[in-house]
């Protein structure tokens, strides 16, 4: 079966850590560039990391910049979003999404989701 699971969310208090993991069965992920979403109600889904899948090079949005860190292990076919100094406003649902592109095909999956929540 193909699909990409999230894990990893939670709660957890202004200025602590959570670690998502986005994990794909039936496919590679190292052939795909992934990208971290977040969503909360009434808000549109915005992006937070992504991942190439040409050189890993890593993108990340102005809001997390220096407090998350993107990263692969490609023998568990997982990529990781470590999310430190966390604050009221990252709490929302965590998607993963992986993307691939050759030629006129192109592959693109998304997980079902894992809330953070950050409070006190």
């Known amino acids: 079966q193909t699909q990409l699971v999230e894990s990893g969310g939670g709660l957890v208090q202004p200025g602590g850590s959570l670690r998502l993991s986005c994990t794909a069965s039936g496919f590679t992920l190292n052939y795909f560039t992934v990208g971290w979403f977040r969503q909360t109600p009434g808000k549109e889904r915005e992006g937070v990391s992504c991942?190439?899948?040409?050189?890993?090079?890593?993108v990340y949005a102005d809001s997390v910049k220096g407090r998350f860190t993107i990263s692969r292990d490609n023998a568990k076919n997982t990529v990781y979003l470590q999310m430190n100094s966390l604050k009221p406003e990252d709490t929302a649902l965590y998607y993963c999404n992986a993307d691939r592109r050759w030629g006129l095909g192109a592959s693109n999956y998304w997980g079902q989701g894992t809330q953070v929540t950050v409070s006190s």
């Open positions: 991942i190439s899948n040409s050189d890993d090079s890593t």
